[in-house]
């Protein structure tokens, strides 16, 4: 038999786990599907802005979070999101393994960065080679940097190192650089910015940590500089071919969300990186997983005639029960 839920939320990175502690802690039924827990907070060893706590480590948030939605009784399995479809009796969620009906879906299906396709690039992962700059960046005040990446990716990239390492390479394959006219003309005016056009990343060295990149250039030259971090900004995949017949999708290939995390389908919702917000960063993915978990509830409440609630807490005087 297909099991039935109130609201199925698909993603256990931040933006869907805290979409389902608010659900859950409303007490509808709520079912996680998620591929892993965590998502890229599995990317992130050291975690210095999220509000709250000093420092902390992605993995760990993603442990903590996870328990606090298992403690407001919200189910959890790991499973992959094959297909969403409307049917008469809801929302049909197909996986790898199952199938569930929901009245309403909240999508957090995140995205994950492209690689630079070097050999023991990995290896090197976290350990002088990082791919969220404005994540990233402020580990390498006073250090030598490259980046290496595509149109304004990396031209934001340099903006940001520019401000915080004391040498930043600019590594780019074509003549130019693409992007905003005048961020890149103040790019080109800094004295810390050296521009490596017409290049590519062919090695990486090290022992432990990432010490030095080879460059090729388009003539077949081949120069190794030595460089504290290499930052790789060559973009990042969304994958939303399980739900794109159902909700709107812009030419980024985000899922369009207004507020409360509205999609253009009435039943589903979306929060964090796979959507249109602008600040792809962990506060802002639960934030948004808040909000889009607390629409996703409002409108089960309205199917049932129920007012639905303004906020997650409430106030008792006498006999009433204020929602707020
Ligand atoms: C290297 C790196 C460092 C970063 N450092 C920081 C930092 O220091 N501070 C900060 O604020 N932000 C940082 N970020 C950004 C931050 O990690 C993201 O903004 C945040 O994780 C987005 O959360 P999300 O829940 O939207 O997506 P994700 O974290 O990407 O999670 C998406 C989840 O959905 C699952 N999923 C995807 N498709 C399916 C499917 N079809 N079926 C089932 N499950 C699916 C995935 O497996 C994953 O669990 C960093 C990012 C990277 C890559």
Redesign the pocket.
Known sequence: MVQEYEIIV????????SAGIFISRQKASCLL?????????N??P?????PGTIMSS?PLLAKTLENQYLTFNGEMIY????RIDETESGLKVK?NRSEYIAKAIVL??????NNLGVENESAFA?KGV???T???APFYQNRVTAVVGVGGYLVESGILLSRMASKIYLIYKGGGMGGDKDMIASLEKKENVELVPQSSIKSLSGNNNLQSITILDNSGNEKTINVDGLFIEMG?KI?LD?VRHLVKINPKGEIEVSEGGKTSHPAIFA?????SIPY??????CGD?AAAGLSAFNYIEKLKGKPGIRADWKKTIGDSVFHY
Not at 79 to 82: G, L
């Open positions: 698909v993603g256990g990175g931040p933006a869907g786990l599907i998620s591929k892993d827990l965590g998502g890229q907070l990317l992130i050291k975690l210095e802005n999220y992605g499973d992959t999101v094959e996986t957090a299906p995140g995205k994950v960065p976290n990082h791919y969220c404005k994540c990233d990042s994958n399980f929060a964090g990186d796979a959507t792809k960063q962990i506060i802002a993915a997983g």
